[in-house]
């Protein structure tokens, strides 16, 4: 185990996947139904990646986008992270094409986590909860793809003390995740 594991100390478990899982074609990305789908843009972190996997299925979001600029949903870090989350979701690697497409086909709404976005609670009175959404995720660093920017509906900031600069992708994007699935189940504190 030692030998073909990356961890100083495994858990005495392999698994062994492969890559093609992702590498699927837009008719089967559109045939997707998802009521809630969390895309991740530049997340290049394995462990901030694979805490939003766990956030994502714990807050009722079904599926999983991912830019070609984001980590690999294999990368072990990443599995190890999501503590199994990862096989609870669909999940699929996606171009703007493609996202563009994907949200004019069906309709979606297209949230963007951004901190020029209006503030949270606002933004969120402007999604009917019934609809599905998008909700975009980018790296701390970079934020979003300007592409990504352009083609949402609403931009959305989590306030918080000035003490910090930024929030952690994963903290954020857990955030704005638990607020959706507040709304959507009925919790009207928005």
């Known amino acids: 185990m030692a030998q073909i594991t990356d961890t100083d100390t495994s858990q005495g478990m392999l698994g062994l996947f492969d890559s093609n899982l992702i590498n699927i074609g837009f008719d089967e990305i559109i045939s997707m139904n998802s009521s809630a789908t969390l895309l991740l843009d530049n997340i290049s972190d394995p462990g901030n990646a694979g805490t939003l ?16 600029s984001t980590v690999d949903f294999f990368n072990p870090k990443l599995v ?11 999940v699929a690697e996606v171009t703007m094409e493609q996202l563009a497409r994907i949200k ?13 976005g209006m503030s949270i609670h606002e933004g969120l009175k402007k999604y009917d909860s019934a609809d599905p959404v998008i909700l975009a995720i980018g790296a701390e660093a970079e934020g979003l793809s300007e592409k990504i920017i352009n083609l949402s509906d ?37």
């Open 53 to 68: 996997f766990r956030s994502a299925l714990a807050f009722g979001f079904e599926t999983v986008f991912a830019t070609e």
């Open 104 to 116: 004019k086909m069906k309709w979606i709404m297209l949230i963007a986590a951004d901190i020029k």
């Open 80 to 90: 190890r992270s999501t503590a199994g989350a990862i096989f609870g979701l669909k």
């Open 154 to 190: 609403i931009r959305i900031r989590i306030e918080h003390s000035r003490e910090v600069e930024s929030l952690n992708a994963a903290v954020a994007g857990s955030i704005i995740m638990r607020e959706i699935y507040l709304n959507r189940i009925g919790d009207r504190r928005l």
